[in-house]
């Protein structure tokens, strides 16, 4: 019996295993363990032609360990090379979207056994590969977007659960400083502080130390803003611009970085910023029923409440950067929701901003 004297490609064999063992474990459990960002639920249920992509791994990987087993390593680097271009457009796709974590991990499996296949089967090459390298840089990109979904908004405020009110101020803003003041009455929301200026900074030193002696929020920023010198004398201080190097304080400007970005990255340049995790409560709350006018002279205004400082509260189709004026609303379109059946006939939604 004649045997191979070809190498058997032990590392990739391994490799190829190891990805098949992962695609099923994900396919089969949905891989929420590792589901560290919003990519992996993006993903989880994505098929091309009713054919999941876990499924398609699977099949892949099983054919890539079959090809190592007869030693066909130039049959296996040709597959490889074709599945490594194929992880190439979705981690384009996922730079425009949202990094998966599990989708990385298979592309990493992929693209190693690439690499050991080639090694295998042309040694003579030049040591880089093209599409290696393109996939690395589009690879360490979608890493970094999952080093940054992980960095989660910073909050002084002790953990209360989940809530369902997010709300990004500045202790210095006026607008802010009104939404405080119904600090108390909102009991379902959780405060981010996010600076104006340097002064900001060390308001919301003060006011996170406040807080953690048990001061409630809107009292720790009325301490915060007496211990903290006013303008002018605060640029005056040159101690106070020095004390922004300390450690803490430099840890301080990391996290209320992230806290602006968020707000940048969601489309806003105003403070506060409010963002509601579902319906908020006082959509849901009983209206008065309008009163049935005798001439169309005045359309009377809804009942719901307004809350200072909010800005505008939507637009019509999402696409446009002006609210809407006349209360009219297109017809829908694709996959927006009609939500007209939720504003009572006769009345209509006003919005307002506080600069």
């Known amino acids: 019996m004649l045997r191979s004297t070809r190498p058997f490609p032990l590392a990739a064999a391994a490799l190829c295993l190891a990805g098949l063992l992962f695609c099923l474990w994900v396919f089969f459990t949905g891989g929420r363990q590792l589901c560290l960002t919003d990519g992996c639920s993006l993903f989880q249920d994505f098929s091309l032609a009713g054919i999941s992509l876990w499924q398609a791994g699977s099949v892949l990987f099983v054919v890539l360990l079959i090809l190592a087993l007869l030693r066909l390593s130039r049959a296996a ?8 271009a194929a992880d190439v457009l979705l981690l384009i796709i996922m730079v425009f979207t949202a990094p998966c974590v599990n989708c990385l991990i298979v592309g990493a499996l992929i693209a190693l056994s690439f690499l050991a296949f080639r090694r295998d089967s042309v040694p003579f090459r030049a040591p880089r590969s093209a599409l290696a390298t393109l996939w690395l840089v589009l690879f360490i990109v979608n890493f970094g977007g999952v080093l940054r979904d992980l960095a989660e908004p910073w909050s002084p405020m002790p953990e209360a659960g989940q809530t369902s009110v997010q709300v990004y101020f500045s202790p210095s803003c006026p607008a802010c400083r009104t939404l405080l003041s119904q600090a108390d009455t909102l009991t379902d929301a959780r405060w981010y502080p996010v600076p104006e200026d340097t002064r900001d900074i060390w308001l919301i030193a003060s006011m996170s130390e406040y807080l953690r002696q048990g ?8 301490k915060a803003q007496q211990s903290v010198p006013p303008l002018p004398d605060f640029n ?32 806003s340049d105003r403070l506060p910023f409010v963002e509601f995790m579902g319906l908020p409560s006082f959509l849901t709350a009983p209206r008065k029923s309008a009163p049935k006018l005798s001439a169309p002279a005045e359309v009377p205004q809804n009942t719901i409440p307004e809350l200072p400082g909010l800005g505008v509260a939507g637009f019509c189709d999402g696409e446009s950067e002006e609210p809407c004026e006349d209360g009219a609303m297109p017809s829908a379109t694709g996959n927006l929701i009609d939500t007209s059946g939720m504003i009572p006939e006769g009345t209509t939604l006003s919005s307002s901003s506080e600069q």
């Open 77 to 84: 680097f040709l597959l490889a090379a074709l599945a490594l």
């Open 215 to 222: 001061a409630h929020l809107r009292e720790a920023v009325e």
């Open 236 to 267: 005056e201080d040159v101690s106070l611009r020095l004390g922004l190097l300390r450690p803490d304080m430099l840890l301080l400007q990391v996290r209320l970085w992230r806290n602006h970005a968020h707000v940048l990255a969601a489309g």
